[in-house]
T-cell receptor
Framework: KQEVTQIPAALSVPEGENLVLNCSFT??????LQWFRQDPGKGLTSLLL?????REQTSGRLNASLDKSSGRSTLYIAASQPGDSATYLC??????????FGKGTHLIIQP | DAGVIQSPRHEVTEMGQEVTLRCKPI?????LFWYRQTMMRGLELLIY????????DSGMPEDRFSAKMPNASFSTLKIQPSEPRDSAVYFC?????????????FGPGTRLTVL
């Protein structure tokens, strides 16, 4: 059974810093990996999707990498801003079509 | 497109009552997913449909839970009878395999409280 782990569970950094969120998964036979953002009391916003054949995806200040063989992905956030404060969720799609989620990293950017 | 639409946004009910959650997927998407989010267990897949047909319901916790998709633009998740441990946020998501992306788009969720 696929398990997804996100480290750290919580992170607080000053505004302007670059930061890395980590995600690991136990079964490397994945179809794709998706990073989401969740604001308190809100739904999930898709940030980046990486297909299993890809190594990375970029969107603005966000860059996600995927190392499928080692079961790892990272989300890099450049020049962090207070508006980046949210919970970031990593999810993988394996042989079935549903997603398996990590518990998330709760990120606080201090002004 | 308005995105995935869910109703109600909040539901408070008493133990033993029937609860029906509703979802309208993004037009043209042929996959629909129901997830549940709790503090203890995080986000978990309950059931998903492809072209209105249930494909995998192994995540449905008990027989008290049932889901239907009578047409491409509407799905329901029903809990009967409801119990306090069913309190959670229930999300609906949809996706399309066009261009091989299969990116899932989530609705705002329904926050269910069972007293």
């Amino acid at each position: 059974k696929q398990e997804v782990t996100q480290i750290p569970a919580a992170l607080s950094v000053p505004e302007g810093e670059n930061l890395v969120l980590n995600c690991s998964f136990t079964d490397s036979a994945i179809y794709n990996l998706q990073w989401f953002r969740q604001d308190p009391g809100k739904g999930l916003t898709s940030l980046l999707l990486i297909q299993s054949s890809q190594r990375e995806q970029t969107s603005g200040r966000l860059n996600a990498s995927l190392d499928k063989s080692s079961g790892r992905s990272t989300l890099y956030i450049a020049a962090s801003q207070p508006g980046d404060s949210a919970t970031y969720l990593c999810a993988v799609r394996g042989g079935a079509d549903g997603l398996t989620f990590g518990k998330g990293t709760h990120l606080i950017i201090q002004p | 497109d308005a995105g995935v639409i869910q109703s109600p946004r909040h539901e408070v009910t008493e133990m033993g009552q029937e609860v029906t959650l509703r979802c309208k997927p993004i037009s043209g998407h042929d996959y629909l997913f129901w997830y549940r989010q709790t503090m203890m267990r995080g986000l978990e897949l309950l059931i998903y449909f492809n072209n209105n047909v249930p494909i995998d319901d192994s995540g449905m916790p008990e027989d008290r839970f049932s889901a239907k998709m009578p047409n491409a633009s509407f799905s329901t998740l029903k809990i009967q009878p409801s119990e306090p441990r069913d309190s959670a946020v229930y999300f609906c998501a949809s996706s399309s395999p066009d261009r091989g992306l299969n990116e899932q788009f989530f609705g705002p969720g329904t926050r269910l409280t069972v007293l």
